[in-house]
């Protein structure tokens, strides 16, 4: 049996008359970016996830990045993220020359521990009038950037409490985590002041290339991020600011737009797929071997990553793609090891359960079209492998 990582083509299959209708629509009209339907996806994001604005942008790395520049980060600034993180995270906030400052996770949901924000707020930082600075680098702490991993949200309520003593803005990496949701409802995006979304084709919402939105409450934010997504120039041609090329294509949206009638299905078609996996787990008698991924109580996971925890995990890859059965590590290495932020100067043992989850997590496959065969044959050639 072969069992895909993710097999998109299940998904477009039922959607492909729709699809091809909506995109000759667009091929019609000749309107390719920035169009009606970018308006119209704008609006039904910013409904589904919760919040008052969307902005359509070209991606989900350009959405954190223009949610940044809009906050106004540059050099001498520092964001507090996760290490443990795909590299975007931190890789736009040094590209806006500013330093990511690193806390660890909780080993349980991989997601930014609260107590480890504080521990290093406690020990690292102090105030300096109305600065929060950074003793050993003189910089000044003005964000705090949670990833909500694999659709699952960070603890928002004790990290939103701890922005708020430290006057530190809250920007949500929500690209895996569009619908997810806090125990009292509120959704991935809608919490801190800017949430980022994905459109990759490998989220829970996928579009046909590149695309991502940046949602917020704040009229100010959405303003500003407007103006830089057009090279910061308001009215055209005048440039108060710098802003870059961050506009999202018509055609994207007008195949989001379709897919997002779909998504609430397909978000529970993961979770019953995810249910189904702890199941199998539990009555192959391996549960001691393979951890399932914790769901924290009263959180909606959309599970955009079904994670394993397993001991002996490059092997057991080896062994399920000899099998059939793709999998991936999200992430092997954890960002405060990459060799472009050696600058850094953290040792690997800095962030001890980032790297000790690098070194054990597997995503197995869990795309809503995943048939009830395929997941018995995937927990079957885990327990086969451990058995062996
Ligand atoms: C996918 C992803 C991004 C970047 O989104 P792109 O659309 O690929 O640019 C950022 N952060 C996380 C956690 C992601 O999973």
Known sequence: MQVPLLDLKGQYAPLRAEIEQAIAQVCNEQRFVLGPKVGELETQIAAYSQAEHGLGVSSGTD??????MALGIGPGDEVI?????????????ARLGARPLFC?????????????????????CEQRGDRLVNKATGGVVRVLLPVHLYGQMAPMDELVAIAKRYRLAVVEDAAQAIGAALPDGRRAGSVGDVGCLSFFPTKNLGAFGDAGMCVTNDRGLQERMRILRVHGGEPKYYHSFIGGNFRLDEIQAAVLLIKLKHLEDWTIARQRNADHYDALIRDAGIAGIVGVPFRAPGYRHIFNQYMIRVRRRDELRVHLAANGVGTEIYYPVPLHAQQCFAYLEHSPEDFPHSLAAAAEVLALPIYPELAAEQREYVVKQIAAFYRA
Do not use: C, H, Q, W
């Open 104 to 124: 660890d996770i909780d080993p349980r949901t991989y997601n930014l521990d609260p107590a480890a924000v504080r521990a290093m707020l406690e020990k690292k």
């Open 63 to 68: 959405a954190l990045l223009v949610a940044l």
């Open 81 to 93: 993220t996760s290490p443990f993180t795909f590299f975007a995270t931190a890789g736009v906030v």
